[in-house]
């Protein structure tokens, strides 16, 4: 599956590696010199625990991390303090503060800039579901919160397992699906899955950038075949 410039890539944690670096620094400190104070204890948990399920998500982006940047902005100062009293001259921590800052905020706008289409086809596609669903209907799609954003319903993830997709399908009475082509979490057996199977239908075709087919709104065709599954 392709994955565009920057969106759901390891550069789109860039503004978050300053933090990072800083937070696992102070922590390898405080672990090295048994600093374990109440404060630092709490403040080594606060840190650690977020970052490693951090890590563990199919998808790593800045937003997951949201709520925990006041723990990792003390725990950033903590170091920061710690480096101004190695370094014998504050004119050059000055230095490469204003250089790193100056680096962010240039990837920040270039992130910014790319990003200006980024999801257009799946907004689109979410758009054209509020019309097609009743507002109590439920869809299927990997692009939450996208989907509820802009659709205003609510999104049943598809099953890792292919097997568990016609229940799943049945149990959550299921017309409409939407397969995004830079969902990186989406199962790999679902794009082929939708297009052999002759249980669903393309219905509408959304283009992003160079891509002609970015999102696709498949429909189930109603009854639906003996075969759920395709070859």
């Not at 994955?3 to 503004?15: A, D, E, N």
């Not at 001259?89 to 289409?117: H, N, P």
Request: glycine content about 2%; proline content about 8%.
């Amino acid at each position: 599956m392709e994955s565009p410039k920057l969106t759901f890539s390891y550069l789109h944690l860039f503004p978050l590696l300053g933090l990072l670096t800083l937070s696992l620094a102070e922590s390898f400190m405080i672990i090295k010199r048994r600093e374990f104070t109440p404060e630092n204890t709490l403040l080594l948990l606060s840190t650690l625990i977020p970052f490693a399920l951090f890590y563990l998500l199919p998808s790593r982006e800045p937003r997951y991390m949201l709520t925990y940047y006041p723990v990792l902005a003390i725990m950033a100062t903590s170091a920061f303090s710690r480096i101004q009293k190695i370094l014998s001259s504050s004119y050059l921590l000055k230095t490469i503060t204003v250089v790193l800052g100056i680096i962010f905020i240039a990837q920040g706008l270039m992130q910014i800039w790319e990003d200006r289409f980024s999801s257009a086809a799946l907004i689109d596609a979410s758009a054209d579901l509020k019309e097609l669903t009743l507002p109590n209907e439920k869809i299927m799609s990997e692009s939450y919160p996208y989907i509820y954003y802009f659709s205003e319903r609510r999104a049943v993830k598809f099953p890792d397992d292919q097997r568990k997709m016609p229940e799943t399908l049945t149990k959550n009475q299921i017309r409409y699906i939407i397969w995004y082509r830079y969902e990186p979490a989406i199962p790999p057996y679902i794009h082929d899955y939708l297009e052999k199977s002759s249980d669903f239908r393309r219905i509408r075709t959304y283009g992003q950038d160079k891509d002609e087919s970015a999102a696709v709104i498949y429909e189930k065709i109603n009854p639906p075949s003996t075969s759920s599954l395709p070859p």
